[in-house]
């Protein structure tokens, strides 16, 4: 069982960065693959981003390429989302998922852990 907390979500102006944290406790962290998922009123959950087990690969949505960055950090247990060029349609509640079969997969449904989110919020 792997418990996620996020953190360092808030608010912005367009144009402007964020890095969320998602921290980990219990299980063996560096076995899932890590995902983060954003949801914004009204819409479903859209995948962001995800890394592999030793961090070596990533892979991104459309929608953040080239803006966003995630990684993580095995030893701290902890994934980092990184945000820049943040625009107004960035703002969601974002979730981080723990995967225990794999990673880089884009459907929220096959993830096995997930966090109680952050909100952040990009103003124009």
């Known amino acids: 069982q792997v418990q996620l907390v996020e953190s360092g979500g808030g608010l912005v102006q367009a144009g402007g960065s964020l890095r969320v944290s998602c921290a980990a406790s219990?299980?063996?962290?560096?076995?899932?693959?890590m995902g983060w998922f954003r949801q914004a009123p009204g819409k479903e959950r859209e995948f962001v981003a995800a890394?592999?087990?030793?961090?070596?690969?990533?892979y991104y949505g459309d929608s953040v390429k080239g803006r966003f960055t995630i990684s993580r950090d095995n030893a701290k247990k902890t994934v980092y989302l990184q945000m820049n060029r943040l625009k107004p349609e960035d703002t969601a509640v974002y979730y981080c998922?723990?995967?225990?079969?794999?990673?880089?997969?884009?459907?929220?449904?096959?993830?096995?852990?997930w966090g109680q989110g952050t909100q952040v919020t990009v103003s124009s």
């Open positions: 219990g299980g063996t962290f560096s076995s899932y693959g």
């Open positions: 890394i592999s087990w030793g961090g070596s690969n990533t």
């Open positions: 998922a723990a995967d225990r079969a794999a990673w880089g997969r884009r459907a929220a449904e096959v993830y096995d852990y």
